[in-house]
């Protein structure tokens, strides 16, 4: 007597034959070649590769914020690149949390400003946004930070603050373009901290990174080269 076999494991991401071209002087460059990856409800991911190698590409295109030249890109079972502009940036607001190498705060507003917006936009209630907006910022010890302006913050404190926007709307899935690859040990190991605990609530996570130290954290290591997959492999 056999035994049943494995039920699925449901996808929260996946990329079919992703390519992304420039134009640049005449030329034409590649920066994805046919990428095709698939990251599970609660997984959380690292891409590695050198150098031009498509890492940051592959979240743009996957975030929404460039358009890929030919592929397809599915987000909790939908089709999301063949969206209008207007829908697909109603899923994103939605059920996508981004995290760029330097925070990008919004300099007229603040810290706790910063933080609530994603939520209120995503449609949950002014109470609820501000309870989020205590819990991250306690979580990464920036409470008394709350009525500053971005400006007077640390770029390690910055950055901390762009985790917590990132994370505020409780976002299916987290893309993190190199978050620590500017901050010191101490302000590395509270984003660390932070995103092993949501990770381990169930966040999915995309995380580009140069940083072995950093990728250890992650459940799988895709490698890029070339704008292609070179390999994709679990620890454990």
């Keep these: 007597m056999t035994g049943s076999a494995p039920a699925p494991v449901p996808v929260m991401l996946r990329t079919r034959k992703l390519v992304k071209e ?4 005449g030329l034409c460059v590649e920066a994805l070649r046919g990428v095709d990856i698939e990251l599970a409800f609660g997984e959380f991911v690292a891409v590695m590769g ?15 914020l460039a358009a890929a030249t030919s592929g397809e890109v599915w987000l909790r079972g939908q089709r999301v690149d063949a969206l209008s502009k207007r ?4 899923q994103r607001r939605r059920h996508i949390g981004y995290v760029f190498q330097t925070a990008n705060l919004l300099s007229t507003m603040t810290v706790a400003d910063n933080v609530e917006l994603p939520a209120i936009l995503s449609g949950v209630s002014a109470r609820q946004a501000r309870q989020r907006r205590e819990e991250l910022l306690d979580d990464l010890g920036l409470t008394d930070k709350a009525r500053v302006a971005p400006s007077r913050l640390s770029g390690g404190e910055q950055q901390r603050v762009a985790l917590a926007r990132a994370l505020a709307h409780h976002p299916s899935l987290l893309l993190a373009d190199e978050p620590t690859g500017n901050l010191d040990s101490g302000n590395t190991r509270d984003v660390l901290r932070l995103l092993r ?17 950093v990728a250890s954290n992650a459940d799988r290591v895709i490698n890029l080269y070339d704008g292609m997959v070179a390999d ?4 454990g």
């Design 232 to 235: 994709d492999w679990s620890f």
């Design 87 to 90: 829908d697909w940036a109603i």
């Design 50 to 64: 050198p150098s031009g190698s498509g890492k940051s590409t592959l979240l743009h295109v996957i975030g929404g």
């Design 197 to 213: 605990r949501t990770h381990a609530e169930g966040q999915a996570i995309l995380l580009v990174t140069h940083d072995a130290r």
């Design 22 to 25: 420039y134009r640049a002087d």
